[in-house]
């Protein structure tokens, strides 16, 4: 019952999407959650994919995919997006620490922010205009869980960057252990299954090392991570994971 819990935990506080009963309240579930991570992938990936095909059974390929972007940010409420809008107005224009958490708070928007989630969507629109129609369904939900499992990789190798009392959505206290880690590999890594191809398996290692190299970079900044950099990292990602795919089996 406790892993129903979390899992039901996880979907509402990284959807937008309600539930038809009431959901126990634990602080501790909000760290533990992230082991969750990526079947929210599957669920925001699959709506995505929907979303995409019915459209695109009557319209270009072009304004599927935009309807598609679209209805993932309305599902997500446009978490992971605003954490990397955040990241750049914080990492572009703070210059210490103290300064880039301080921004990374502030719920205004930056010439950083603004041109950054810009250029964001038009990479995601612009690899997957590009892409076989057949295979963008797939592609979408590898993206999406892919992404969000390298999130993990941050979580368990550095610590928080603000002090614990600040957090109000997560209690840092309780870690990720190895073994939800690994059952969270396997789900993360289980749309792979999908390809028919070798080429997939190239989007393990990039996403690994984006997130360690982002790691060690936040780390060096602002002595950790917090919400906004996972979801920063997820976000470009997603990208990468879409770009790679694209080169091998788009």
Not at 133 to 151: D, E
Not at 192 to 206: A, D, H, K, Y
């Amino acid at each position: 019952m406790r892993e129903l819990n979390i899992l039901f935990s996880s979907i509402l506080y990284f959807t937008r999407l309600p539930l038809p009963f009431k959901v126990e309240y634990r602080k501790e579930n909000q760290q533990l959650a992230l082991t969750w991570f990526p079947m929210i992938g599957f669920i925001v990936g699959g709506l995505g994919a929907l979303v995409f095909w019915l459209p695109h059974l009557y319209l270009p390929q072009s304004v599927a995919v935009i309807v598609s972007l679209g209805a993932s940010v309305l599902v997500t409420g446009a978490f992971h997006e605003d954490g990397f809008a955040d990241v750049c107005d914080a990492f572009g224009g703070g210059y210490s620490k103290d300064q880039r958490l301080k921004i990374m708070k502030d719920s205004r928007v930056g010439a950083y922010a603004l041109i950054g989630v810009v250029l964001l969507f038009a990479l995601k629109i612009a690899l997957l205009i590009e892409i076989n129609a057949l295979w963008i369904p797939v592609i979408l939900i590898t993206s999406h869980v892919l992404s969000r499992w390298s999130t993990l990789i941050i979580s368990m190798g550095w610590s928080y960057a603000r002090p614990t009392g600040e957090s109000k959505s997560r209690d840092t206290s309780h870690p990720i252990s190895w073994m939800r880690f690994f059952w969270a590999t396997v789900l993360g890594f289980s749309p792979l299954l999908l390809f028919e191809s070798w080429w997939v398996l190239v989007t393990v290692p990039v996403v690994t090392v984006f997130s360690l190299l982002s790691g060690k970079w936040f780390q060096k900044r602002i002595g950790g991570y917090t919400g906004d950099c996972l979801g920063a990292v997820q976000q470009v990602n997603e990208v990468l994971v879409m770009a790679v795919l694209l080169i091998g089996v788009g």
